[in-house]
């Protein structure tokens, strides 16, 4: 069995300051972890993700990910939030199928 | 140009009814899944077609039927729609069975009244 947790619902920073949002997983396979994000009222778009390579990830607009297999986390930084951050994250995992498994997601607010 | 779109974008419907949600992706995608987003923004999977083959089947109602006539296309059919049938529906598609990364449509936002 595999399964994602994301730790906070909501997170809310300052625009300009650091992002963190936690994530946590569970798998019996070698996964493979992604970082999707999605705007209000739209679909679904690839930040980052970890493939059994680098264990550092970069992504779109500033994001990136480090993979801890001792810690099994996932989290996702960002050394300066901007407005246009503001929307709900989803951690997500893969291994031993194609079948990905969502985190119950995390909803970043940015304030001026 | 739209990888992977879906139609319609909104459905209002009444109980009872009989919907299709179409979806498309023009990037030659071997996969194609179904994902449905609960109102608490939780995403499960529901089906997953390989080159028009079914290969996963969630625990989902048998009124919601997927269909698969070529590689580009998964719709999905939803016979009898219930209130809890009330979701955002995700179509998403990835190269092919052993590449895990998948691009998702924009949604379909269903509301049963």
């Known amino acids: 069995a595999q399964s994602v947790t994301q730790l906070d619902s909501h997170v809310s920073v300052s625009e300009g300051t650091p992002v963190l949002l936690r994530c946590n997983y569970s798998?019996?396979?070698?996964?493979?972890l992604f970082w999707y994000v999605q705007h209000p009222n739209k679909g679904l778009q690839l930040l980052l993700k970890?493939?059994?390579?680098?264990?550092l990830v970069k992504g779109i607009n500033g994001f990136e990910a480090e993979f801890k297999k001792s810690e099994t986390s996932f989290h996702l930084t960002k050394p300066s939030a901007h407005m246009s951050d503001a929307a709900e994250y989803f951690c997500?995992?893969?291994?031993?199928?194609?079948?990905?498994?969502f985190g119950t997601g995390t909803q970043l607010k940015v304030e001026l | 140009d739209t990888a992977v779109s879906q139609t319609p974008k909104y459905l209002v419907t009444q109980m009872g009814n009989d919907k299709s949600i179409k979806c498309e992706q023009n990037?030659?995608?071997?996969?194609m899944y179904w994902y449905k987003q609960d109102s608490k923004k939780f995403l499960k999977i529901m089906f997953s077609?390989?080159?028009?083959?079914?290969?996963i089947n969630e625990t989902v109602p048998n009124r919601f039927s997927p269909k698969s006539p070529d590689k580009a296309h998964l719709n999905l059919h939803i016979n009898s729609l219930e209130l809890g049938d009330s979701a955002v529906y995700f179509c998403?598609?990835?190269?092919?069975?052993?590449?895990?990364?998948?691009?998702f449509g924009q949604g379909t936002r269903l509301t049963v009244v």
């Open positions: 998403a598609s990835s190269q092919d069975w052993g590449n895990t990364e998948a691009f």
């Open positions: 798998s019996s396979y070698s996964p493979s």
């Open positions: 970890y493939t059994s390579a680098a264990t």
């Open positions: 997500v995992l893969t291994g031993g199928g194609n079948k990905l498994t």
């Open positions: 990037l030659g995608h071997d996969t």
């Open positions: 077609y390989n080159n028009k083959e079914l290969i």
